[in-house]
């Protein structure tokens, strides 16, 4: 059986991630990083490595040229690796943005954007990348990109880092909380599987119009401001939300910062059967930000996903959102 460039890829990163697992006694993750760096600086980098590791992990660098495989093949191999070493192993802070959902909203980039060539992209919640790779790989139109990412966790920035310097993506990455001050200029685009649940840092978000009237700020609340603040006039911002997002308390206060600042485009409930728990379920959020000679869209593009093997009514629902961007776009 023909073995794909993914698969030959993933037992490549699989294999030297083990024998590094094994001599260097760190996890799973943080030997994958470690041979991602060495893939992508065509060398062994860990000194502490026995010759006869070395040279193991030599031979199974040099069978593969990883500078003649696509991007999304290094990124869906790299992906699955991530994947393998979060398994049973996992963190809340630690989940990865589905491929599904990434491809979903890489349709949604391409439709509203259109033909950019120049295009500037954030991701303030970035994690290992997947998502914010994902669109790059898939912004055909754009001829030249400037992408930011913005992860306050080391290990998973670092795979971030990794897997865009394995994809030859030129990402500029930035290891801090995404809610602290950011020196990155306002972006075309802005892409986030926004972070849920509480912020525990009170006086910072004291200076955000979406702090909480009482008790802890929502985190998820906090970064549609910052996005909102990072974001170019009549540019386009896409949330992966929570499907309660306009129903808790704080909710009215978030409402009205929208309606103040940006026009919805697009509220997509996805299928439920791609989350694990029918209370974990999301829905992708999409805004553009004002400006003068932008008018709010005739309606707002309201549905409900079905299920991804329902080609019959996938297609059908394809259909309605084409018949909407002509009239609304």
């Known amino acids: 059986m023909k073995v794909t460039p993914v698969e030959r890829l993933f037992m490549l990163f699989n294999e030297t991630t083990e024998i590094l697992q094994d001599e260097l006694d760190c996890t799973y993750l943080e030997a994958l990083a470690e041979t991602g760096d060495n893939l992508f600086h065509e060398d062994i980098l860990q ?8 040279k193991r992990l030599k031979k199974k660098y040099d069978d593969i040229i990883i500078a003649s495989y696509a991007s999304e093949d290094i990124r869906k191999a790299f992906q699955l690796s991530i994947l393998k070493g979060m398994k049973g192993n996992i963190q809340p802070n630690h989940q990865m943005t ?5 491809f979903i909203i890489s349709y949604f980039t391409e439709k509203f954007i259109g033909a950019k060539t120049d295009l500037s992209i954030l991701d303030p919640a970035v994690g290992t990348g997947n998502l914010l790779s994902t669109i790059i790989n898939r912004q055909g139109n754009a001829s030249h990109i400037r992408a930011f990412g913005v992860e306050v966790d080391e ?15 030129g990402t500029e990455f930035f ?10 200029d306002p972006v075309d685009l802005v892409v986030c599987d926004l972070p849920v649940g509480y912020y525990p840092n009170d006086v910072q978000a004291g200076k955000y119009e979406l702090n909480a009237s009482k008790g802890h700020a929502y985190a998820h609340h906090l970064f549609i401001e910052q996005s909102m603040n990072h974001t170019k006039s009549g540019g386009y911002l896409f949330f992966l939300i929570p499907n309660n997002l306009f129903e808790s308390e704080e909710a009215a206060k978030l409402h009205s910062f929208l309606k103040r600042t940006a026009y919805i485009q697009c509220i997509l409930q996805l299928p439920l059967s791609l989350f694990k ?13 004002k400006k003068p000679g932008i008018e709010a869209p005739k309606e707002v593009l309201l549905a409900t996903l079905p299920k991804l093997s329902n080609k019959e009514a996938l297609d059908k629902m394809m259909l309605g959102m084409e018949k909407w961007f002509k009239e609304n776009k």
Request: aromatic fraction near 4%; hydrophobic fraction near 45%; glycine fraction near 6%.
């Open 98 to 102: 589905p491929d599904t959902i990434g």
């Open 277 to 289: 728990a029918k209370n974990a379920g999301k829905s992708i959020l999409i805004l553009q930000k």
């Open 155 to 169: 290990l998973l920035i670092k795979l971030a880092f990794v897997g865009a310097n394995l994809q030859k993506q």
């Open 175 to 184: 290891h801090q909380d995404a809610l602290e001050p950011l020196f990155i």
């Open 47 to 54: 000194d502490s490595l026995s010759e006869i590791t070395k």
